[in-house]
Nanobody, 119 residues
Framework: VQLQASGGGLVQVGGSLRLSCATSGFDFDRHDMGWYRRAPGNPREFVARVTNGGKINYLEAVKGRFTISRDNAKNTVYLQMNNLEPGDTAVYYC??????????????WGQGTLVTVSS
């Protein structure tokens, strides 16, 4: 199982970045895919999720600025981030999740990609 996040970098306030998470080793289209982030000194927090059925949820603070999408043909999930703010500075992690319904679950994480927003 591999989740390879990329696309982070240094950007000025108001700028944009597009994160990608290329995956392999599991049935991508059967899993919910999410993005989380961890800012320095803070716990990891949920950012966005797209379920295997296409339902989408966002952290309130990123609504209207971030867009999550998935390409099942490419086994890849994306996070388009616009109008970035200093508070968006964090390491961003992609996540693959599935409740197997038998008491077990699949929960895998990528290595993270750093986003730094300068003011």
């Amino acid at each position: 199982v591999q989740l390879q996040a990329s696309g982070g970098g240094l950007v000025q306030v108001g700028g944009s970045l597009r994160l990608s998470c290329a995956t392999s080793g599991f049935d991508f289209d059967r899993h919910d895919m999410g993005w989380y982030r961890r800012a320095p000194g803070n716990p990891r927090e949920f950012v966005a999720r797209v379920t295997n059925g296409g339902k989408i949820n966002y952290l309130e603070a990123v609504k209207g600025r971030f867009t999550i999408s998935r390409d099942n043909a490419k086994n890849t999930v994306y996070l388009q981030m616009n109008n970035l703010e200093p508070g968006d500075t964090a390491v961003y992690y992609c996540n693959a999740y599935r409740d197997n319904g038998d008491g077990g679950e699949f929960d895998a994480w990528g290595q993270g990609t750093l986003v730094t927003v300068s003011s």
